[in-house]
């Protein structure tokens, strides 16, 4: 009945069997129950006529520049691009300034996006090599997603690169284990690639 939607998306277009068709969208209690023709009478109507109607996208990799380099983004202004950009989830990184290798600075990133941020939000927990009974107690942290491995220099001090240090991370770890795949010898040798203030040289020092 309609009567059970407290919203119904009405006139939009959604991608149902790889077409394009026009379909309305009823919602309770966030949760889409119905897709298709549904009559309204006096509940809450969304009209989304000449619209495409997409679910949210959630991006697994986000780095919002919260501590540390707020001039550039924070949590708030980078969530609300998200959103605008039709991403509704964001998994964020922890290599900001100071980084989020332990619980204390975990919880203090938390309390920072606590009621500032207009999507969905997880953050990443980092590895060192030191961090191991850390690691092992990341899986009751709430609003951990996950394990992040930077084998490749980073912040402060994320960076895992030898590679029993990494087979200790990825076995300390409750949570699955993100891994930025570079090699740290490698990227110090090619340094002598880097152009100072030529962006296009990246690709070339820190190559395939």
């Not at 924070?74 to 039709?86: H, N, Q, R, Y």
């Not at 500032?116 to 590895?127: E, L, T």
């Not at 030529?198 to 070339?204: A, E, K, V």
Request: net charge neutral.
């Amino acid at each position: 009945m309609s009567s059970s939607f407290n919203l119904i998306i009405k006139n939009g277009k959604c991608f149902i069997d790889g077409q394009l068709k026009t379909a309305d969208i009823g919602i309770s209690n966030e949760i889409v129950k119905k897709i298709g023709n549904i009559e309204t009478s006096n509940q809450k109507v969304l009209d989304a006529t000449n619209l495409i109607v997409l679910p949210g996208i959630i991006d697994t990799q986000v780095h919002f520049r919260e501590p540390g380099s707020t001039d550039v983004e924070d949590l708030e202004s980078g969530s609300k691009a998200a959103v605008l950009g039709g991403v509704t989830s964001v998994f964020e990184m922890p290599n900001t300034n100071p980084t989020t290798p332990n619980q204390t600075e975990f919880n203090k990133k938390l309390n920072l996006a606590k009621n500032r941020m207009f999507s969905n939000y997880a953050f990443y927990f980092g590895a060192t090599p030191q961090n191991m009974d850390d690691l092992k107690k990341a899986d009751k942290l709430e609003g951990c997603c996950g394990v992040k491995l930077f084998a490749g220099s980073s912040t402060g001090n994320l960076l895992v690169k030898d590679e029993k240090d990494i087979e200790k991370v990825i076995s300390n770890s409750s949570k699955i284990v993100s891994i930025h795949s570079e090699d740290e010898d490698i990227l110090n040798l090619r340094k002598k690639f880097i152009k100072k203030g030529d962006f296009s040289s990246n690709p070339l020092w820190r190559n395939e």
